[in-house]
């Protein structure tokens, strides 16, 4: 396990400031990737090459314009439309680089989260005790654990995420069922009833 994975985990799982703790690892590593492109990336020649294929997404291409380094972000951008003149099929490949970046990244996160889950008591209570994990990063954390972890193991860690989720799930449902009782003639056919009852009467 890499230390550089364990005291960012442990940071976010103990900020306990009501988000989930995967989403704002992912915040983390978006302003880190950023910074990267327009600042150490410009110096790799490597990264410049991966950066001439893949291009970026339209949210990442509007944040690194939002940011100071315009120099480089043209300098990015003039060589990445060359490649594209020069070879267009390499628009086939755009995949961006920052959400490329970030999913490799968040997968070692998960990986090594699991493995603290695992190893690291301390952890495990922090973790047992989230309640604010979303449903885009428990599916990716499970889709992991089922790999990952033995199957004793994996059985235990879905019932600490279903736990995790059991409240929310459980006032979600009736919250949906409030709002589609609210549909059915039941309820209002009282109101439907007495209205038609009333034009039936007018009418006879
Ligand atoms: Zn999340
Ligand atoms: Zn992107």
Known sequence: ????????LNEVFD??????????????????????????????????QSLN???????HLEKLFGMK?????SLILETRSLSLIENIELLA?????????????????????????????????????????????????LKTAKVKLRKKDYITFKATIATAFAERLKN????????????DYRNSGEKINGNFMKKAGDLI
């Open 1 to 8: 396990m890499e230390t550089i994975y364990t005291i960012p």
């Open 15 to 48: 900020a306990d400031d009501g988000g989930c703790p995967f989403c704002s690892l992912d915040a983390k590593l978006e302003a880190n990737t950023l910074e990267y492109v327009l600042g150490a990336a410009m110096m790799e020649p490597d990264v410049r």
């Open 53 to 59: 294929k893949s291009g970026f997404c339209a949210g």
């Open 69 to 73: 380094n315009k120099l480089a972000l």
């Open 93 to 141: 490949e755009k995949d961006c680089f920052i959400c490329k970046r970030i999913r490799t990244e968040r997968s070692r996160y998960m990986s090594n989260a699991l493995h603290m889950w695992e190893k690291t008591p301390a952890f495990r209570v922090k973790f047992e005790n989230n309640r604010s994990m979303c449903t885009a990063h428990a599916s990716d954390l």
């Open 172 to 183: 979600q449902a009736q919250n949906s069922r409030t709002f589609a009782d609210s549909f």
